[in-house]
């Protein structure tokens, strides 16, 4: 790809980007959010018109129009935000567009054998093929998303931020499927925030910073992470974890747990956060932690046990009751679960503190403005247009504006499910501070995060959860990575 | 409420009095020597119709329905009124299915009822058609028209007539029809446009509304933009001439003769009042009398009244006008709407 | 706010080639006060109506039982009784009647809706069958003729030469604004109708504001029920017909999505007033009424598509 | 398939109930053969349209329009030039008036919706008022009566008892079925209406899809012409007015959900069912229209939730 230029109303996404990539190699995209990682991929599957630039495909010019002609080329994607159709089956997902069909008529049974053996190559032969698509948690419409480009008769697999709402054993997993294709001359561009996973499964690396390749080709092994870092954000940044904070262990916590059960999904889970916590549920996908969280915020209606939030009960499934008493949920699925598509930033900011805005529900329109512009300052959103549409923004910064929501509402318990999940490692420090600063300003927090590391970098206290039941509780520095794997492990054997 | 009063307390038993020649008279005493009338073996009449959605098509139905109360000998199966030719059919077919002895029907549409009203006569049910006319004369034993082409005359006739007296030259003539789909609205305003070009003259304003109120007033309120001087206008059905007669007063307009359609008491309260000019009759009691026949017919009866003693195989109503002279001769057939 | 003007562009375009049509056509009649009085006094009732359908497809739903509660509302207001009420009384009785069966019938579809998670579509159109239902039952099919004159006077006066029906409904078009664009409560419908679990995790009683909305358009169909009495001088089970239809064409002409989440008050006055002035051009010109359905078809087309060429380009700059 | 069965549950007990009230109010007259084929009989048209309208539903969308192309389609497959045509030469000729005429008309709606980015409610909206407005024009608002026999003999025939409108009807259903549930065509369609990006995404041409999708509604519509021709043995401006309704009510009372994305033929065969036979009981029962009015909208609901507590329960387990 040479010289793509892409541009959307109001932004040049791209402006002249070039990407080579070698068969057989796992060519690595790094950049921060919104520095047009996901447009390039979809200008090459085909899902966007690129305004200029040439695409070379094996030596010849080609002029891919249409994510079908992109697929005949060997071109399969696996798209950021999840595309899949949550009312057809996994085996109908995997072969939509290229259906196992004679004159029209589908093989039903032909395409659910041929599903299953892509689930199995990809490790998770317990996905049924005649599963809906719409009951799999985020992490298994992932390796849906994958066996759907696996499908094909690929050269060349793009995968934007697979790893994103993967847990480590998964991630493993993947790196396998990676290793096989490349063995086979499968090329592969892998896009992450995760610098680590880069330098694991990376050849080479290409840097994108705000529409332009600022370098390529690096080796992916042996460049600096710091030197990685510069070329992203064009400062250098200290990837760390910010110190703990202290905070008064024995102060009346303000969220307890107690028993809280649900049927099928948890049980009997009890702790406590104090002022200025930091509380981490570890533990794999699909163990039940989101299940947890939303239960607390009362989106879920617990079976058994109780909620209390300053020493008030909160009212088993009730949103509100826990609003009003200070609670904030930043939830797992940022498109469906948190965002107005189609809504200014600040009225995606602004949503839950409304009232304050409004006498007699009249909106003070500029009060409310001010307010939300200095969230988006405060946490970096680019493009800092507070009156931009959030569908325009990129992952990482729609993140950033549910974040803002509840920073703006001022929460006495902020419940973080995946907070970090697609955001670029510049504004994932700032997150980490942020989230620190919170906890210094007496804010309790329940973190979720399917990245062992952050858990236990950021929290004081760590539950491991294992099949909806909590294996183990205990502060955070008191435990590393291997331990909570190794409990996970064993937690899902019995 | 002079007016609703009015309507209200004309007991509907009262009205087939008048009028209307060929029916047999009503009330026992009037019978004069006749054993029509007397109670005789027990019939099973299908009564089917259009959807009662305005006041002369709910007084066609409850007119039926109260003359059928009358005779201890009918058993009396109405069904739900439609305006979908599909569903009617359905209904004539489980009359026939039930094996009823006698159908009285008014269309939604004639042509489109023609052969299942065929069957049933093929199945040996006498029909009775109502107001809108089959396509073939064989299925139905008799039929009652209301004679929409008539009314359409009557109505251009009497305009002739006002243009004349009043020496109105260059007369600006308007039209408000009913449901322009409707063949019956066809052959009303064709009737209009014949008779009116006898004396020379054409319909200058033509609208089309949906029968009811709502429609009349909104269709009438923008002719009256379109007219500003008008002469003559022609409403078609007096139901929605309640709505038209508010949008002459909301514009504030009356410079013109104001003739109706259908006659209902609304509108011989008016011409009473001076409000409307005259209108022209269609009478509502087609379906009384339809059933009435077929009581006749069912139990094998003519019509003692008339020297032929047979039922007649087709009755066409008159389409009288009605004015201030002689509007206390028709106030009691006239109908709620 | 200067997206405004630009998103409505299309509309305003729209609506001047109708008044050059009709300006062409009928040079004498169709631009005189009286004509566009007409016009507005046409529009007015069906006006208040799409208000209220404005908010309910802003939150994600449609409700096809506005002409049939409007019906209803019409009816139950001018029985004998009420009538006897209103002249013992006060007329303002009919008016509480009207807008109380308004937002009862707005209740029970919000309730269906909300709480039965029934899609508005199907609930509605129960509502629509079962509400003319009872209007008839309880009209019997009766045209109801309004006797009370305090009422007619009051609805069918004028106010510095503007008839008070106008000014009714300029009066719920701008509250409908303020509303929608001003209030808590807009901003709430806009949430719901953009992403309802959104809506619900960050804390907004979903089910709650749904029934609210549909209640809301059944209060405006009550305001509609008493303008169309007003106008008609009657109440009938027969009021509204295919409104519901009219309605949502003049709501989507005017720009808002039928898929919810966004919602522009000032189109769908735009939206209401070029059908309105169609109708009124097409009597001026003595149309006859199959002509005028292909035409009327034909342009709905063509001012939907020119108003989202127009707003699309302006979204661009 | 074992889905399908506790799917449809719902609806086998809501057609059941019916079945024991018509039983119970008319036992005499109810269960009998030939009362039965009337109730098939009168649901056949309708069901074919119910049939297309799926599939509109499934890809989803909304085909308000279905009512006037099928008015277009019977006025155009009998005028005088057709039905001299048909004389002259054979009536297959009038078959492929009316299927040529519905799938010109599903194929402007598909333009509109699929390349014009017009919402299909009010694309339709718009093909209703200009259709039935050129049936009038076409037909001069005259019934237009079929003389042609052999038509008329082929659709008013029986074969082994059953008339050949409720094998057409079966026939359109088997074939509906097999197309959604076993061909990429359907595939395609659920996964247009599921999340049309993702199909896009996939490589499916979603907009070329959509167009055929509303082609197939027309080209439905045509069929039903012909039938509801047959049964009425006239063409006309006014036939299958509301049917849009009774189509979108009967695809929703089966099942399908307004959102698009899944669909069943087998549910709305019940739902298309499930109306015939409520009108059927009420006509059987003398039942007065208003009343029947508000009873049929309160079984619309009452079918509506019980199908969906059903489903519901269903897949909870
Ligand atoms: N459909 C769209 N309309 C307008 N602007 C868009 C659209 N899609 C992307 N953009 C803009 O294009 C730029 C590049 O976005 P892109 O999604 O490619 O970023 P990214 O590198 O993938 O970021 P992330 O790491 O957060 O996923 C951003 O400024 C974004 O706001
Ligand atoms: N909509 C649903 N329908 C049925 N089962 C579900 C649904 N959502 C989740 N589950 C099941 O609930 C369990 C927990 O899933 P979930 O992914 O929410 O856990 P988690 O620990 O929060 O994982 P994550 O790391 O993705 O946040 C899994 O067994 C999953 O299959
Ligand atoms: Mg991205
Ligand atoms: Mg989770």
Redesign the pocket.
């Known amino acids: 790809m040479h010289g793509i230029v892409k541009t959307f109303p109001g932004v040049r996404a791209l402006d002249g980007v070039d990407l080579d990539v070698s068969p057989g190699e796992v060519h690595c995209l790094l950049g921060q959010n919104g520095a047009g990682k996901s447009t390039l991929i979809k200008v090459l599957a085909g899902a966007h018109h690129p305004d200029d630039g040439t695409i070379s495909w094996r030596g010849s010019h080609v002029r891919i129009t249409d994510p079908m002609s992109a697929m005949r080329l060997g071109i399969a994607t696996i798209y950021q935000e999840l595309d899949l159709v949550d009312g057809l089956t996994v085996a109908e997902n995997i072969y939509l567009g290229h259906e196992l069909a004679s004159a029209g008529f589908t093989h039903r049974a032909q395409t659910d054998r041929a599903a299953q053996r892509l689930l199995e190559r990809l490790g998770h032969p317990e996905i049924s093929p005649r599963t809906e698509v719409g009951r799999l948690p985020a992490a298994g419409k992932q390796i849906v998303s994958m066996a759907r480009a696996l499908s094909h008769d690929v050269q060349l697999i793009v995968m934007d931020e697979p790893s994103a709402v993967l847990d480590q054993e998964e991630v493993n997993r993947l790196f396998g499927v990676i290793r096989d294709l490349t063995r086979d001359g499968v090329a592969v561009v892998y896009i992450s925030h995760r610098l680590e996973e880069i330098r694991e499964v990376g050849d080479r690396v290409t840097v994108l910073k705000d529409g332009r390749t600022v370098a390529t080709g690096l080796p992916a092994r042996e460049t600096p992470t710091s030197e990685v870092i510069r070329l992203m954000t064009g400062r250098s940044i200290e990837y760390a974890f910010p110190d703990r904070g202290t905070h008064d262990a024995r102060a009346e916590p303000v969220l307890s747990v107690r028993n809280l059960s649900r049927d099928g999904e948890f049980a009997d889970v009890t702790f406590d956060v104090a002022p200025g916590e930091i509380v981490g549920l570890a533990g794999l996908v699909g163990s039940g932690?989101?299940e947890i969280i939303e239960t607390i915020y009362g989106a879920r209606k617990s079976t058994s046990g109780a909620v209390t939030v300053h020493g008030r009960r909160l009212r088993p499934g009730s949103v509100r009751s826990a609003v009003a008493a200070g609670v904030g949920l930043c939830p797992?699925e940022r498109k469906s679960q948190a965002l107005l598509m189609h809504e200014s930033v600040v009225r995606n900011i602004s949503l839950p503190s409304l009232s304050r805005f409004a006498s007699s529900s009249f909106i003070n329109r500029s009060v409310e403005r001010a307010a939300a512009t200095e969230q988006v300052q405060k946490l970096d959103v680019r493009p800092a247009d507070p009156s931009r549409e959030v569908r325009t923004l990129s992952g990482g910064n729609q993140q950033k504006v549910v974040l803002g929501r509840w920073l703006l509402k001022g929460c006495d318990v902020l419940l973080l499910?995946e907070p970090t999940r697609g955001v670029d490692v510049g504004a994932r420090s700032e997150l980490y501070s942020l989230i620190r600063d919170l906890a210094a300003q007496g804010v309790a927090i329940l973190l979720?995060s399917s990245e062992i590391p952050e858990v236990l970098g950021l929290a004081d206290q760590v539950l491991v959860i294992s099949d909806g039941r909590v294996v183990h509780t205990g502060p955070a520095d008191e435990i590393d990575e291997h331990q909570v794997l190794g409990l996970v492990m064993e937690g899902s054997v019995t | 409420g002079v007016l609703v009063v009015g309507c209200t307390s004309n007991e509907p038993d009262e009205e087939d009095n008048e009028g209307d020649g060929e029916a047999a008279p009503a009330s026992d005493e009037n019978s004069g020597g006749s054993s029509n009338d007397e109670t005789g073996e027990t019939v099973t009449i299908g009564f089917s119709g259009p959807e009662a959605d305005h006041g002369w098509l709910a007084a066609i139905n409850s007119s039926a329905l109260e003359e059928a109360e009358k005779y201890d000998d009918i058993d009396l199966r109405a069904t739900e009124g439609t305006n979908d030719p599909g569903l009617q059919i359905q209904q004539v077919e489980t009359f026939i299915n039930e094996g009823v002895d006698a159908i009285v029907l008014l269309p939604t549409d004639g042509a489109s009822l023609t052969d299942v009203a065929q069957r049933a006569m093929d199945a040996g049910i006498p029909v009775v058609n109502v107001d809108r006319e089959f396509s073939s004369p064989f299925a139905a034993r008799t039929t009652i028209l209301g004679d929409n082409y008539g009314m359409g005359v009557s109505a251009g006739t009497y305009a002739c007539q006002l243009i004349e007296e009043n020496n109105i030259s260059d007369p600006v003539i308007a039209e408000i029809a009913g449901i322009d789909s409707l063949p019956l609205t066809q052959d009303r305003s064709e009737g209009f446009a014949e008779a009116l070009s006898n004396c020379g003259q054409e319909v200058d304003n033509r609208v089309a509304a949906e029968f009811t109120v709502e429609s009349g007033e909104a269709e009438a309120s923008n002719l009256l933009q379109a007219a500003p001087e008008i002469d003559i206008i022609w409403n078609h059905d007096d139901d929605q001439g309640v709505g038209v007669k508010a949008a002459f007063e909301n514009a504030g307009r009356d410079e013109f003769f104001f003739i109706g359609g259908a006659g209902s008491c609304n509108a011989m309260d008016w011409i009473e009042n001076g409000e409307m000019e005259a209108t022209v009759l269609y009478p509502p009691t087609q379906a009384a009398d339809g059933i009435r026949l077929a009581r006749l017919i069912a139990q094998g009866k003519g019509m003692s009244d008339l020297v032929q003693v047979a039922v007649p195989r087709r009755i066409v109503l008159d389409a009288p006008v009605v004015t201030a002279d002689n509007v206390d001769e028709h106030r009691e057939g006239c109908f709620d709407s | 706010m200067s997206g405004s003007v630009g998103r409505n562009l299309g509309l305003v375009v729209a609506l001047l080639i109708i008044f050059v049509i009709g300006m062409a056509t009928a040079p004498d009649r169709f631009p005189t006060v009286d004509n566009t009085l007409t016009i507005l006094r046409y529009a007015s009732a069906l006006g208040v109506v799409t208000i209220g359908m404005t908010f309910v497809i802003a939150a994600g739903h449609i409700d096809l039982s506005v002409g049939a509660i409007l019906a209803l509302a019409s009816v139950w207001a001018t029985t004998l009784a009420s009538q006897r009420a209103a002249e013992d009384f006060h007329w303002i009785t009919m008016v509480f009647t009207a807008l109380a069966v308004g937002a009862v019938c707005g209740l029970i579809n919000g309730i269906l809706v909300a709480y039965g998670r029934m899609a508005s579509f199907i609930a509605t159109l129960a509502m629509l069958v079962a509400a003319r239902g009872l209007a008839e039952i309880i009209s019997e099919r009766r045209t109801q003729i309004v006797e009370v004159r305090g009422f007619l006077d009051f609805f069918g006066g004028e106010v510095f030469g503007l008839p008070v029906l106008v000014i009714i409904f300029a009066l719920v078009a701008a509250g409908g604004w303020v509303l929608l664009n001003r209030t808590t409560f807009g901003r709430r419908t806009l949430a719901v109708g953009g992403n309802a679990e959104a809506a619900r995790l960050a804390g907004i009683k979903v089910q709650r504001h749904t029934m609210l909305v549909f209640v809301l358009v059944g209060v405006a169909c009550g305001i509609a029920a008493l303008m169309l009495v007003a106008r008609t001088t009657t109440g009938s089970s027969t009021h509204g017909q295919l409104w519901e239809l009219d309605a949502i064409a003049a709501v989507v002409i005017g720009g808002t999505l039928l898929s919810g989440g966004r919602g522009t008050i000032v189109g769908t006055v735009f939206g209401g007033l070029i059908l309105a002035t169609l109708t009124n051009i097409f009597t001026l010109n003595n149309l006859d009424t199959s002509t005028q359905a292909v035409a009327k078809g034909a342009i709905i087309v063509a001012a939907v598509l020119l108003q989202q060429r127009v707003a699309a380009r302006n979204r661009g700059t």
């Open positions: 932690r989101s797992e499910d979720v």
